[in-house]
């Protein structure tokens, strides 16, 4: 049984990713595979192979990993990195890490 032929519109999109054209074939263990040029939202473009992105493996063009990473990470007030806060306080990095996860001193 021959598998579905997915059909490529410009302008579809996989989450982050939207498709532009359909590019060249690309192979993967010698095999010819269907790739789509996509840009992301950030503005980088790129080609995918078909499959990765109609499947849901491939969302992003991995922009959003660091974003994501960094999210849920204590910053230091101020918009400054840990380690230039901890030099400018002059405390190490862990005790900076180690007085976020104490909880507030309750007062008497």
Same mark, same amino acid.
């Given at each position: ?24 074939? !690309?192979? /993967? ?10 840009? =992301?939202? %950030? $503005? +980088?473009?790129? !080609?995918? /192979? ?10 992003? =063009?991995? %922009? $959003? +990993? ?43």
């Amino acid at each position: 049984m021959r598998p579905r032929r997915i059909k490529i519109i410009p302008g579809m999109r996989f989450g982050r990713l939207t498709v532009i054209a359909e590019a060249p074939m !690309v192979l /993967r263990n010698r095999d010819p595979v269907r790739a789509v040029s996509v840009v =992301c939202e %950030c $503005g +980088r473009k790129l !080609v995918v /192979r078909l499959y990765n992105i109609s499947s849901g493996n491939t969302l992003s =063009c991995g %922009c $959003g +990993r660091d974003r994501d990473k960094w999210a849920s990470h204590p910053q230091p007030p101020g918009g400054e990195t840990v380690a230039a806060y901890c030099r400018r306080v002059g405390i190490s990095r862990n005790t900076f890490y180690n007085r976020l996860r104490m909880p507030a001193p309750v007062p008497p």
